[in-house]
């Protein structure tokens, strides 16, 4: 296992096969240890663009190989995981700020932010349009309440983006789940 500190060749190198990156994300998103089997079936559901459920023998075996041969062995040697191949296990080692903007974030189940940003310009241009056509309610006194409007809510979407792709930030007042 490496002692010293990667360096970005080494991260991009390590990281520039998918199967890795998704190994990694897995292990995150399972706190940080898990098995092989349940890594193997998420990374195909990843690959093959289907639920876990539904991976074929061929493609969980597929994938199995070249994490059991290739990738799991590599991420060690690299001091990203600590793999025992014996006992199937794998734990993720602490040092995960160093490749996190190395890692894929559109995996899993996001919020489909897109949406709502759509949705909160597609009111404001119909709010602006009214307003400058002057039909209806939206008069040249309404328009700057809704322009206010619009801007809250575009702010609120942005924070709470940034907050969801942050489980580690830590938010003022806000009570501890127990």
């Not at 199937?88 to 899993?108: K, N």
């Amino acid at each position: 296992m490496s002692e010293h500190e990667l360096t970005q060749a080494e991260l991009f190198d390590v990281f520039s096969n998918a199967r890795r990156r998704h190994a990694v994300q897995y292990l995150k998103r399972k706190g940080g240890s898990c098995d092989l089997a349940p890594l193997v079936e998420q990374v195909a559901a990843w690959e093959n663009d289907t639920p876990p459920d539904d991976v074929t023998r061929t493609q969980r075996r597929r994938v199995y190989i070249s994490l059991y041969q290739t990738h799991l062995p590599m991420l060690e040697d690299h001091g990203i995981v600590d793999w025992d191949p014996e006992a199937h296990a794998i734990e993720l080692l602490p040092s995960e700020e160093v490749f996190e903007p190395y890692l894929d974030r559109r995996l899993g189940s996001e919020r489909p932010w897109h949406r709502l940003y759509v949705t909160a310009a597609t009111v404001g241009v119909i709010a602006f349009g009214l307003g400058w056509l002057s039909i209806g309610p939206a008069t040249n006194e309404v328009v700057p309440v809704v322009a206010l409007g619009l801007c809250l809510v575009v702010f609120a979407l942005s924070v709470a983006q940034y907050v969801s792709r942050r489980p580690d930030l830590e938010v003022p007042f806000v009570r501890a789940s127990r």
